[in-house]
């Protein structure tokens, strides 16, 4: 390839589309840069169908003298829903699907000097397309929310590489599978494959010779032995870099590089085993959402939820809930060492002939685009929460098999009895409905969900949140009951030899349809906030980590008369730490000493309850302290003061150092505290964000303060960097609130990649 530039600035975009739009703007066409949704959305109480809309994306493409002779590719990662392409006003093609990406040879379309590149978009919820034609509990919002890359090539091209290959006793046998798309009369082509490790040095090649012919061609390349493999786990997530290079008579035609990682993958009925080693389940669900901008958030915001995932909340495993996520996403999990659970598009219902096309039209993009990826450990391929239809569902299973025979799949129900075609019996169970502390069913076992007397392999795919919503400001007491059920279920799951695993619902809280949520197109069902802002049961998940990389402690209180049921002072309240116990001092008295519950024993960090009244009504109301130790010594410090009030904000950011040569994103997060450091979780007020340099604020710039926190984003401004080193700032300050003003500083830089 000669070139793949991210083709991602000054698109022209306007809604609606007319037939002229293929060879002149609208008048009212502003400049954007992708990814792009079609209409920023309030973070609550629009209309669901706000972004349901036909728009038109437009582009101009210059082709030099040295592109005359070349192919020219157009690759689009993610168009919600429906879009046509066309160049210079004819029709190039057409695409279904909003999570699947999508290439178009534009070649004969194109001419020396300026071409017009047009886009005709439809976001409508169409009843052809999974997930559509029912209901659906997630909005997709629309747009080309995710990156274009236009690549200049030779006749002869490698679309993609299948890194096949087979593990035995110290060593890999390497199959390498090249999807081929050739342009001419028929070549011997030698392919040589390198093989790097993380130092970029070569440790491995070898070549083979390849007959090519015209058109798209599958070819695969001899059996080879790589001795010595590092191998890919949770734990040490080693990746190889590989690079297939092609040649013809000397002439080099293309060349082709991906990472991946060794590993085995085997899925039986007491348990998940990578390498031989079993892996207990404990695992988040994700929407790809974020606020406003619903879906367009490009690398580094993708990267960063994969991040929040392992390092932060420290689950081991996540699922791509409902749909085909981000590829950035998909390369932070294998990085990190993030187990996937990857999932076509779908929500309970089951479309006509040409949705159940398009169905196995994204079963076959899920697995060749994402083959290479050792984070994935199982293919999800069926419609999740539908019910049975064995001929479409054995379909997507041997298509899935056949695809890739080193991977498990399976099916996401609600129902019982299931017929089981795949290899994993996938459940959601809601059970613990009400998280009901007395509650003593939690869910179904593996024979009362399968209704089969074999066993077979068996996880829990949702759990909790649908069933209990919980927002960042609700009470103490509300919030400690969602930490308490992600706690009971996890410990049971853990304890359970015959589930492979649970995986919560969900991570982040997201927008949804008016039939979903609490009336305001937001369901609440997240550990975090839609900006990624904890809630209780994410302290429950992050305490799970080895005290040794970090002390966690958080009491699930602000200790304030009234905040539980009962107008009780404090208690009952929970506190969640890998300390090895606690001393609680309150009201003056000798402290008490607690110690991780019993009731948790599944867990590796059973949290603490505490449910005895530590004070009566009358006491008078004192600084108070919960000290965690380890080995013996005070660990954390956690303090609670009578007079609590409004001391200072604290400010956070992800990143301090972006890039300025795209639309490039970081998160900054805002917390009121006391001056012991408690976050004032039902303070009232608002921030306001002021920016200076290529910056902007993604959302409004006056946010109100919802459970102790405000967050935002902010993102770059390409079309005014300089193209060097640049600084910025954001400035964020309370009106009305004596509290200094606090900035940011931060770093705009060259990405050293190729955009446009």
Not at 33 to 54: D, R, Y
Not at 689 to 715: C, E, R, S
Request: glycine share 8%.
């Amino acid at each position: 390839m000669d070139a793949s530039i991210l083709w991602n600035l000054n698109w022209k975009f306007c809604e609606g589309f007319s037939e002229s739009y293929l060879y002149e703007d609208a008048p009212e066409a502003k400049t954007v840069h992708l990814p792009h949704t079609v209409k920023e959305l309030p973070l609550s109480c629009f209309s669901h169908s706000a972004a349901a809309m036909i728009s038109t994306y437009t582009k101009e493409l210059e082709i030099t003298p040295q592109m005359e002779e070349r192919r020219i590719f157009l690759t689009f990662d993610g168009v919600m829903t429906y879009f046509e392409l066309f160049v210079n006003g004819k029709r190039a093609g057409e695409h279904k699907g909003g999570y699947s990406r999508s290439r178009f040879d534009i070649t004969s379309l194109c001419h020396a000097g300026k071409n017009r590149v047009t886009v005709r978009v439809d976001s409508h919820e169409r009843e052809d397309i999974p997930p559509f034609g029912y209901a659906i509990d997630y909005l997709t919002f629309g747009g080309i929310y995710r990156d274009v890359w236009l690549d200049i090539c030779s006749h002869t091209v490698i679309t993609q590489a299948l890194i096949r290959y087979d593990l035995t006793e110290g060593e890999a046998l390497l199959s390498p599978e090249l999807i081929l798309d050739h342009q001419g009369e028929p070549i011997q082509a030698v392919a040589e494959l390198s093989l790097r490790d993380t130092n970029g040095h070569e440790i491995f090649a070898y070549e083979d010779t390849l007959s090519v012919h015209p058109g798209t061609q599958s070819l695969s390349l001899r059996q080879e032995a790589f001795a010595n493999p590092i191998l890919w786990n949770p734990d040490a997530p080693y990746l190889y870099t590989v690079e297939i290079t092609l040649t013809a008579a000397g002439n080099t035609l293309d060349r082709h590089q991906v990472k991946t990682g060794f590993r085995t993958v085997d899925c039986r009925h007491d348990g998940l085993f990578i390498n031989g080693r079993k892996w207990k389940i404990m695992g988040l669900n994700r929407h790809q959402s974020f606020p406003y901008v619903g879906y367009a958030m490009g690398k580094r915001a993708q990267e960063t939820d994969a991040d929040i995932l392992k390092d932060f909340l420290g689950v081991n495993a996540v699922r791509t809930s409902h749909y085909m996520q981000s590829e950035y996403f998909l390369n932070r999990c294998d990085e990190i060492g993030l187990l996937v659970f990857s999932e076509i598009p779908g929500w309970g219902h089951i479309g006509g002939e040409e949705f159940k096309k398009v169905m196995l039209q994204d079963v076959e993009s899920m697995i060749t685009t994402q083959y290479n990826h050792p984070s994935i450990f199982i293919w999800s391929v069926r419609i999740n929460e539908s019910l049975d239809d064995d001929e479409l569902y054995q379909k997507a299973n041997d298509l899935a098999h056949r695809l890739d025979s080193s991977r498990p799949t399976t099916g996401v129900r609600y129902i019982s009895n299931s017929h089981l075609l795949e290899d994993v019996y996938s459940l959601n169970d809601f059970t613990y409905s009400d998280c009901d502390p007395e509650g003593l069913k939690l869910f179904r076992g593996r024979k009362e969900a399968t209704g089969l007397n074999e066993p077979v392999p068996f996880l829990i795919s949702e759990f909790a949140g649908t069933a209990f919503p919980t927002k960042l400001w609700d009470t103490a007491y509300k919030r400690t009951v969602h930490a308490r059920a992600y706690a009971r279920i996890f410990s049971q799951s853990n304890l359970s030899p015959e589930m492979l695993g649970t995986f919560g619902w969900c991570a982040f809280d997201y927008n949804t349809h008016g039939d979903y949520g609490s009336g305001d197109k937001i369901c609440y069902h997240g550990v975090m906030d839609m900006f990624r802002i904890p809630k209780y049961a994410a302290y429950l998940l992050r305490s799970q980590k080895d005290p040794e990389e970090t002390i966690v402690m958080e009491a699930t209180t602000e200790f304030s008369r009234g905040d539980n049921q009962g107008n009780k002072l404090s208690a009952p309240f929970m506190i969640l730490t890998n300390c090895d116990y606690v001393e609680i001092e309150m009201y003056g008295r000798e402290p008490v000493r607690y110690y991780p519950d019993s009731r948790y024993i599944g867990l590796a960090h059973p949290p603490i309850e505490v449910e005895e009244e530590i004070g009566v009504w009358q006491d008078l109301w004192q600084d108070g302290q919960i000290i965690g130790y380890y080995k013996g010594r005070p660990a954390a410090t956690k303090r609670f003061l009578r007079d609590s009030f409004l001391d200072d904000l604290e400010v956070t950011a992800d990143d301090r150092s972006l890039w300025g040569d795209y639309v490039d994103t970081t998160r900054i997060v805002c917390r009121v505290k006391d001056s012991a450091d408690t976050t004032l979780v039902y303070y009232h007020g608002v921030i306001q964000v002021k920016t200076q340099g290529n910056l902007q604020i993604i959302g409004p710039d006056i946010i109100p303060i919802h459970g102790g926190y405000a967050a935002f984003w902010v993102k770059t401004k390409p079309e005014a960097f300089s193209g060097k080193g640049e600084a910025a700032s954001v400035t964020i300050g309370m009106p009305g609130a004596e509290v200094e003003e606090k900035e940011i500083q931060m770093e705009l830089k060259p990405s050293g990649w190729r955009v446009g």
